[in-house]
Structure formats: structure tokens, C-alpha cells
């Protein structure tokens, strides 16, 4: 379990092409204190750490993984928003992510609002029922709050707003019109559909 509150900015150090892809991440995370094993939050993903050594940690990513995860997400130099797997007491400072991506979003609007930035995605219309204006969403493994949600003929769109803070800690900063990132929907979101769907059986 996360809670999408992004504690470092990693990069693809290589990629290396096996029956899954291999992912060299380089980090300022202590891997001293990271155990072979451990789970760690790429923009998004749960992933497994197999290796690691000083400054870097290696994990496998499955075909089932890049199928469902942005477009160019797993290439070399890409930066990937890091996050380790929460400890019991921790403080839960966004929401519960689980790491599991339920889909892809396009950034279809990037907008200057004082010194934050309103951003605009549109995803599937079958995530749609997941998103509430004031809920939660996980973009790229950052914890945001839905602005607002709209439906139209090309699917759903949403906002949320970016505070400086969030710019200059996470990838979102650089956020670009066409991007695709990886969505994760509010995992209370994902529990009330499937008991809504028993009841109305």
C-alpha cells in the first residue's frame, strides 16, 4: 500500500529487453535500508525490487504491466515519481493507493492558474463512474483531488489543480498537452461499484 505522496524523483538508468523488460532506476533513496523484495511506487506501479546497489534499484516489469501503463513510460532516461511502500503508523498524507493502474488518461489542457497549474485529462468512458468532483485520483502515483468531472462524446474529462509544491516534487511539474499517465481511481470508488452491482442484481 501507498499513499501517493511522492518522496523522489527517479530515472531509468537502462532497460534491458528479457521475456519481461528490466528497469535499472537510479534514486536518492538510501537502498542500504531497502530490502530485496521490498515494493516501490513507479509513477504509479507497484513494482518489486530484485537488485539494488548504491544510488539504484532494479525491478522487473512485466508485459501485463506495459500493456496497461502509459505509453513510453519504460524508457531509458524517463523520470518515474518513486514512492516506498507504507509502514504500519505511517502517516497517510494522501489517500490508499494500492499501485494497481486502472487505466490511461491524456492530458488535454495545461492552464496557469497564479502559481498553480489547472490540468485537464481524458480518460475511457469506463472510468468514468469512478471519478467524483472533491474525490480522489492517483496520476502517475501523485495523490491529487478532482477538481471537477465532465462527460462528452470523446470520453470524460477532469481537472486538478497542481500547487507549486507538487510541480517541483513530482514529474506532473513538466506535465505536457498529449501525455498520456498512468490513472489509478480511489480504491473506496472501485469497493462501492462492486456492491452497488450486487445490489441492483
Known amino acids: 500500500m501507498f499513499t501517493g505522496i511522492i518522496t523522489d524523483i527517479g530515472t531509468i538508468r537502462s532497460i534491458e529487453h528479457r521475456g519481461d523488460l528490466r528497469a535499472v532506476v537510479a534514486t536518492a533513496y538510501d537502498t542500504a535500508g531497502v530490502d530485496l523484495g521490498a515494493s516501490i511506487s513507479c509513477s504509479g506501479v507497484c513494482l518489486t525490487v530484485i ?4 544510488g539504484w534499484f532494479t525491478v ?6 506495459v ?3 502509459a505509453q513510453g513510460q519504460w524508457s531509458e532516461g524517463r523520470k518515474l515519481n518513486l514512492e516506498r511502500a507504507m509502514k ?6 494522501g ?5 494497481h493502474v486502472d487505466g490511461v488518461a491524456e492530458v488535454v ?3 496557469q492558474s ?8 481524458r480518460v475511457a468512458r469506463d472510468l468514468a ?5 472533491k474525490g480522489s485520483v492517483t496520476v502517475d502515483g501523485v495523490s491529487l483531488t478532482v477538481n471537477a468531472v465532465s462527460d462528452g462524446a470523446e470520453g470524460t474529462e477532469f481537472t486538478v489543480n497542481l500547487i507549486p509544491h507538487t510541480q517541483a516534487v513530482t514529474t506532473l511539474g513538466a506535465i505536457e498537452v498529449g501525455q498520456a499517465v498512468n490513472i489509478e481511481i480511489d480504491v473506496l470508488a472501485r469497493y462501492l461499484s462492486r456492491m452497488r452491482s450486487f445490489i441492483e442484481k
Do not use: M
Open 114 to 121: 497564479g502559481d498553480s497549474k489547472t490540468i485537464a485529462f
Open 109 to 111: 489542457r495545461v492552464e
Open 95 to 99: 489517500h490508499i493507493v494500492t499501485g
Open 51 to 54: 537488485d539494488k546497489g548504491p
Open 129 to 133: 463512474p469512478y471519478l467524483a468532483a
Open 60 to 65: 522487473d516489469i512485466s508485459g501485463e504491466t
Open 88 to 93: 504500519l503508523g505511517d502517516e497517510l498524507g
Open 67 to 69: 500493456s496497461r501503463t
